[in-house]
């Protein structure tokens, strides 16, 4: 009986650890090239990520259906990004210098 529930534990716990893994996205990785400079949740599924090719950056909507390309960064923001909340203050701050401009 020991044996079972010590197995059933392992089993429980390799579950467990995968979906940390899944939810986290722990196993997300860049490039020289392209990397993910920061990220903010707009809702359950939804998320503006902002990305850096080379010396460029944007800014992208992902849904599970779709990414779309939202605006070219004329400001590059700071690499790596020190926290959500810095990243959330400076979207903030850029959304609000762009508000009535056109972008692409």
């Known amino acids: 009986m020991s044996i079972l529930l010590s ?5 429980g716990l390799v579950f467990m650890l995968g979906y940390l893994l899944r939810r986290f996205n722990v196993t997300q990785t860049g490039s020289a090239q392209m990397k993910v ?10 998320r503006i ?3 850096q090719v080379g010396e460029e950056q944007h800014m992208l909507g992902v ?6 390309h939202l605006a070219r960064l004329q400001t590059n923001l700071d690499t790596p990004a020190p926290s959500g909340e810095s990243f ?14 056109d972008h692409d």
């Open 7 to 11: 197995l059933a534990l392992v089993i």
């Open 63 to 68: 849904t599970p259906q779709n990414i779309n």
């Open 88 to 101: 959330k203050l400076k979207l903030g701050q850029l959304m609000q210098g762009q508000k009535g401009k």
């Open 37 to 46: 400079v920061g990220s903010m949740a707009l809702g359950t599924r939804e």
């Open 49 to 51: 990520l902002v990305i």
